[in-house]
């Protein structure tokens, strides 16, 4: 039998994934699925949990979820980047005021910068001549 760490603070994205949101948590990988421990800690129930009751429907079990991919790797860094933000505004209403003003402002200045970029020059004409008559 294999027995490994995990530090959940160390790899986030992973401990995400996993569920693991208390510590220590106790997860058994056997044949695509996961089978979380709780119960005492020590190492005659770790034993006798890993061998022969893991899958007596006590445990909470579950299929092993799948790798990340590209798109929960996003997911994960827009989390990462603006997971503090939500609970900001929650706590300050102010703060989602000055923030959407701010984004509204770059987002303005951004359009009008690509508007004049895009923009064709439009020749400038010369005053028609008078008559003479």
């Known amino acids: 039998m294999k027995v490994a760490v995990f530090d959940a603070s160390a790899d986030p994205r992973s401990a995400r994934r996993l569920s693991i949101s208390t510590l220590p948590t106790i997860i058994l990988f056997k044949e695509g699925k996961l089978y979380r421990y709780h119960g005492k800690i020590n190492v005659n129930n770790l034993r006798q949990f890993a061998e022969k009751d893991y899958d007596n429907g006590e445990y909470e079990s579950g299929l092993v979820p799948s790798p ?66």
Do not use: C, H, R, W
């Open 68 to 133: 990340a991919s590209i798109f929960t790797e996003i997911v994960d860094i827009f989390y990462e980047i603006f997971g503090d933000l939500y609970v900001m505004t929650i706590m300050k209403p102010l703060t989602l005021v000055v923030i959407f003003s701010i984004g509204f402002l770059i987002s303005t200045v951004l359009v009008n910068i690509l508007a004049a970029i895009k923009a064709k020059p439009t020749p400038v004409q010369a005053p028609p001549k008078p008559k003479e008559e």
